[in-house]
């Protein structure tokens, strides 16, 4: 068995973000009054190809490259965190009997996993956590089952190792960003000034913009609900008119090539202005976050009694998120920030303000691992 699932470990982590396009890494203390002080923290873009969603291509190259990393920003704390990508994990839950011990479970999980693991039961590390209230009068207990072969965790760790760190926590993305939305919510708190802590309902949609597609994550009462992407090259721009609209500052888009109903953009009693003001790249961006919105409202959110977003949160690519913004809050409806997951700590002096801003639209998964205390 491999533990997602770690028992509790007050050692400081570094939350290490290992994505096929970047490294970030945060180096994070808890100070005595409970916050978190920000030692250090890395961000490098990956260009060598060593890394697919799943797993490490080439284990030396990549342990030498963020060796590199660890040494030209002085950090020294060796114990990390990482986490796998959702959608390499495969998740399941059963009703299991509470007079079960832990041996039994594990027994039982592997027999009843094996119905859904569609890879040889050896070549896969599993773990499961109970998850049901335990004060409850049911003699059955909820048992979450997550599994992920064994190739995406070691390549991974056999990575971090030639970079001389010590592998303790392999996260999963979903629940590292779930344990991290107090991150988000201050900042959504102190930009926004809406208050999700003391909220009944919110529902908060993360857009993550890369330079080849965009991914949408929706994450309802701070849980994961539902994720959908969509690649630049379906989308195309050509001949683009661009009006805006008098009244709301809506934008309308003519003479388009795109995969959704005009009606989904076009607004009236518009006034032309020069499309100098946005570039294709821009509007390309535009239109598949519209329309990935409006899949989520169809697909997901009209199943929802309170079916108000709260807050679109940008992540990722901090020049592009820049560009995007202004479009976003000028046309749809929806408070939207670019992440600074960072606010919430104290900065060392030696770090400097204007670069972390910069950077900081990247660090939202490595600031979730780093704060994991269980």
């Known amino acids: 068995m491999f533990h997602f699932f770690n028992k509790k470990d007050k050692t400081s982590l570094l939350g290490i973000d290992l994505n096929p396009n970047y490294i970030a890494i945060v180096e994070l203390i808890k100070e005595k009054n409970h916050k978190f002080k920000l030692n250090n923290y890395a961000y490098k873009p990956l260009i060598g190809g060593w890394m697919s969603e799943e797993f490490v291509k080439e284990e030396e190259q990549l342990g030498q490259f963020i060796s590199n990393i660890l040494h030209s920003e002085r950090i020294k704390t060796k114990r990390c965190a990482i986490s796998l990508p959702t959608q390499s994990v495969m998740r399941k839950t059963f009703e299991i009997d509470k007079k079960m011990k832990e041996r039994e479970i594990e027994n039982a999980i592997i027999h009843s996993g094996k119905k859904y693991i569609i890879h040889n039961i050896d070549e896969v590390y599993f773990d499961f956590k109970v998850i049901s209230d335990p004060e409850d009068d049911d003699d059955n207990q909820e048992v979450l089952l997550v599994a992920s072969k064994k190739k995406n965790i070691t390549t991974r760790e056999d990575a971090l190792v030639i970079a001389g760190l010590e592998p303790k926590i392999v996260d999963i993305e979903q629940y590292a960003m779930e344990r991290g939305l107090s991150l988000v919510k201050y900042q959504i708190n102190k930009e926004l000034n809406i208050d999700l802590e003391n909220k009944e309902h919110s529902i908060i949609v993360f857009i993550d913009i890369m330079d080849s597609k965009v991914k949408l994550d929706l994450y309802v009462n701070d849980k994961f609900g539902y994720s959908i992407e969509e690649g630049l090259e379906y989308i195309s721009v050509k001949n683009t008119s661009i009006k805006r609209n008098l009244n709301s500052g809506g934008l309308k888009l003519k003479n388009q090539t795109l995969n959704e109903?005009?009606?989904?953009?076009?607004?009236?009693?518009?006034?032309?202005?020069?499309?100098?003001?946005?570039?294709?790249?821009?509007?390309?961006?535009?239109?598949?976050?519209?329309?990935?919105?409006n899949k989520v409202n169809y697909s997901f959110l009209d199943n929802e009694k309170n079916n108000s977003v709260d807050a679109i949160i940008l992540k990722g690519n901090n020049d592009?998120?820049?560009?995007?913004?202004?479009?976003?809050?000028?046309?749809?409806?929806?408070?939207?920030?670019?992440?600074?997951?960072?606010l919430t700590f104290e900065p060392a002096q030696h770090i400097n303000l204007f670069d972390l801003e910069k950077n900081a639209s990247n660090l939202l998964l490595a600031c979730c691992l780093g704060i994991r205390e269980d």
């Open 261 to 293: 109903k005009s009606s989904d953009i076009e607004d009236s009693d518009e006034l032309e202005i020069s499309v100098e003001d946005y570039t294709e790249e821009q509007i390309k961006y535009y239109q598949i976050i519209k329309k990935l919105m």
């Open 320 to 342: 592009k998120i820049d560009e995007i913004l202004p479009i976003l809050n000028e046309k749809i409806d929806i408070p939207s920030i670019k992440i600074n997951p960072t």
